[in-house]
């Protein structure tokens, strides 16, 4: 699965947290919009970094479970992890993920997507909804978002699963062999470096 699908349809999942509605109601209600203004600012293929970094700044970190997905990210290594070294890697991730998605909506080229929730019992933390990408040229993809509701009723985006493979998980791998090796101070950096 290429970065550009990772990072659309993660970035298309964060923005959905209003707690009034389900995750494929949010989905294709803020799905065009979100695709619309994408498409608008990457209209030539030559929008900056900085713009599409703006986009997702403003639109979509605010609705990611980032302290969630930090806390995933650290694994066995949250063990007596101060309030400042965790407060630090959690503004690292928030930042990794801010470029991550920045970069790969730059490859956005106004490919279809359609949506489809997995049932889900009503008093369930978690819920999926599966996505397909038809491409222009090349088979369909399949894609399933990882969605946990938070105390507040929000539901947000922790993970993204494609051809099997969680996205979470794999990162949780890479970065606990990089914690052990190196050290937290250091994979922090290593997270706020990213551009």
């Not at 550009?4 to 065009?32: C, D, Q, W």
């Not at 293929?45 to 970190?61: D, F, I, Q």
């Not at 038809?134 to 051809?163: C, T």
């Amino acid at each position: 699965m290429n970065k550009l699908l990772a990072g659309l349809f993660l970035l298309l999942f964060s923005s959905l947290t209003l707690a009034s509605k389900a995750p494929l109601a949010l989905i294709n209600e803020v799905g065009e919009t979100l695709f619309s203004d994408i498409k608008q600012i990457n209209q030539d293929g030559n929008a900056s970094p900085v713009e599409m970094r703006k986009l997702v700044r403003a639109h979509l970190m605010s609705h990611i479970d980032i302290r969630f997905v930090s806390y995933k990210l650290l694994g066995k290594h949250i063990k007596g992890l101060t309030k400042p070294q965790a407060l630090e890697f959690i503004s690292a991730v928030e930042h990794y993920l801010e470029v991550s998605y920045a970069s790969a909506l730059m490859q956005y080229k106004g490919q279809q997507v359609i949506f489809e929730a997995l049932p889900v019992g009503k008093e369930s933390k978690y819920a999926t909804v599966k996505a397909v990408v038809r491409q222009l040229s090349g088979p369909d993809i399949d894609i399933h978002f990882k969605f946990r509701r938070s105390k507040e009723g929000e539901w947000r985006v922790y993970d993204l699963v494609a051809e099997g493979i969680s996205l979470l998980s794999a990162k949780q791998k890479e970065i606990a062999v990089r914690i052990s090796q190196v050290g937290l101070a250091q994979v922090t950096a290593e997270l706020n470096a990213k551009s």
